[in-house]
DNA sequence: TTGTACGCGTTATCAA
DNA sequence: TTGATAACGCGTACAA
């Protein structure tokens, strides 16, 4: 292992160098910094502020951790950081965080279970307090481990129930449902719904049950459920020729399972020179920013993301604070926002 | 004996634990997690490795890092974590620390000069190796004190010329240059450039200068150049307004000098009931996921955002290995990537 | 090849 | 209201 070998250009200041020029012990100004200033002296505490001003001096948060057994320190662990989706959540736990003192470490897994372990042993060499995943679902027992130290963890949009922890996220049957509900009563009689690899996801499962009930319970055949890996676009393509050939213009829709799938399923359609909604009606989950400038703007499932964040952060400073209730499964409700994409078919 | 008793309390493992079940010192043990297997024995190495896993043991990095006066942390302040620029950039910036054992701690800023200044101190109590930082350019004196202690600090897209540090991000004059020269080839007689305040950003800055010369060159009057607080959707409103009273269709077009910006006029033009490339052109700085699909494609000019993330990223490192060269200021070139929303209206 | 002893910068414990 | 001292978990001279 190379190492290079670090000039010291600057002495760092430390608490020691407080404590001399205030002319007070450490253990005095270690009080001024815990803010415990009902045990100072006025004279104390005015000198300590100087000399911290003078020497501008910052407490070394890993001196503190070491000492603490606590890091301040929060990992988050996304499978996109990309997706408009996962920041939202991040801004919505960081504001938290901030508020508290505690700071953000970003992990981005690309739904690699193998990259999640990795980042999982370095956030709990870190001694972490709190874990924010959306995990792969297959590293539960490093997430029991890490949960079995002192980490919070909150499951962010995945769950795994196995694992009896706090879950954060939207009501996926509720709203899958209420969107399929409002599709066939604008009178299309042919939807398919497109979704990424079900397996060991379960918002895509969830999903996607919710949508065979709905049109189990309307009578219609459950045929057009796609599965699709994104990783190549070929797959996709072909699933959606497949269908576009097996329906009817004029009354069929699609219903894309998030809003990764919702893009590439627009990209796709533009590709092939069909118009939505005239050849083809569709909607999805996720609002992004773009939704209501495509074509007549696409009518989509909007997710309270920032709600979401900020709520994940504060259940695991409840737990931090020593909240032993039994784990809970926070699901917010999903928003349909209705647009041009899905208009009404039923005079045709 | 205390040792044990300690042990079933908090049930952290530390070194000493490793190096008992080991049967070897912890100077051993520590030998082992540095990876200088050439003075350890076949024996020991193989009996460490085992009581690793044995105990589950995850060396505590506040520990390391408080001896080694490293802590392995990467700060990134970003003024919107939301806006796919910014993220883009992370995710180059994360790929290369994930790499080299490092991670990275995000702090959003909303452009706020005051909660940059609370996340550098933050960042510095921290003792961050390196700061990759999109700055407000008001807490100067503050990246100047940080650059003195340990810390390799790259600004990312906006210059500060006085702090003399590296800088990474894409040639503006150039890029702006040629779009616009772009958009009066294709016949365009009138061009309103919007950006945000120009105030203290470099980057905006460069690209309305650039603006401005290539309009001179040209012959043209720079009459058009707005500037818009989007803290309110009101002001660009109005500057919109105004330009659309001022000019006549058919041969006026609209630079946006960012994506946020771009979006927010298209937002404004949709608004109004104008349609692209009809009523007004337009085009701007940066590629977002969603370009191509807006009427006939927006025009824009793209940033290699992940290079860019990769390149500063890898420019910390390189001080960190202790590369005392002058300061580099690097710029990609950017990419124009022609749409339909900038047609060629010279027959008009 | 291995181990002993000390120190990194901070907080906690105790005594004054 | 203060301070001396012992940890926290690890790395590193120095010794053996």
Redesign the pocket.
């Known amino acids: 292992m190379a190492?290079s070998i670090r000039k010291k250009l600057t002495?760092?200041?430390?608490?020691?160098?407080?404590?001399h020029t205030a002319?007070?012990?450490?253990?005095?100004?270690?009080?001024y910094?815990?803010g415990?200033y009902?045990?100072?002296?006025?004279?104390?505490?005015n000198r300590i502020q100087e000399a911290i001003r003078e020497l501008n001096?910052?407490?070394?948060?890993?001196?503190?951790g070491?000492?603490?057994?606590r890091s301040y320190l929060i990992g988050m662990v996304i499978a996109d950081i990309t997706n408009p989706f996962s920041t939202a959540i991040l801004r919505g736990a960081e504001d938290v965080c901030k508020q508290r003192g505690y700071s953000i470490m970003v992990c981005n897994t690309d739904n690699d279970p193998a990259k999640e372990r990795e980042y999982i042993f370095m956030l709990q060499?870190r001694r972490i307090d709190g874990l924010l995943i959306n995990t792969t679902g297959r590293n539960n027992q490093f997430l029991r481990q890490l949960a079995e130290e002192h980490t919070a963890i909150v499951l962010v949009d995945r769950k795994v129930p196995e694992l009896g922890l706090d879950t954060v996220g939207v009501d996926n049957e509720l709203s899958t449902k209420e969107a399929i509900r409002f599709m066939i009563n604008r009178g299309y009689e042919q939807i398919a719904f497109f979704t990424e690899p079900l397996e060991g996801v379960s918002t895509r499962q969830e999903r996607a049950n919710a949508f065979k009930d709905i049109l189990i319970q309307y009578g219609f055949p459950v045929a057009d459920l796609y599965e699709a890996d994104l990783q190549q676009a070929e797959p996709l393509l072909k699933q959606l020729e497949r269908f576009l050939e097996s329906s009817r213009e004029g009354k069929r829709a699609i219903f894309a399972a998030n809003g990764v799938i919702l893009l590439k399923l627009i990209h796709a359609l533009k590709h092939k020179g069909l118009r939505i909604p005239d050849d083809v009606a569709i909607a999805g989950f996720d609002e992004m920013e773009w939704t209501d400038l495509i074509g007549p703007g696409i009518t989509t499932v909007s997710q309270p993301t920032y709600q979401i964040g900020v709520t994940a952060m504060e259940r695991i400073f409840r737990r931090l604070e020593g909240d032993h209730s039994p784990s809970q499964n926070i699901a917010f409700a999903g928003k349909l926002i209705i647009r041009g994409s899905t208009p009404s078919v039923k005079g045709l």
Do not use: C, F, W
């Not at 009902?38 to 505490?45: C, D, G, Q, T, V």
């Not at 070491?66 to 057994?69: H, M, S, V, W």
């Open positions: 190492k002495e760092r200041v430390t608490i020691t160098d407080v404590a002319g007070v012990s450490k253990t005095t100004v270690s009080r910094l815990s415990q009902h045990i100072l002296s006025e004279n104390a505490r001096y910052r407490p070394n948060q890993m001196a503190r070491l000492k603490q057994d060499s």
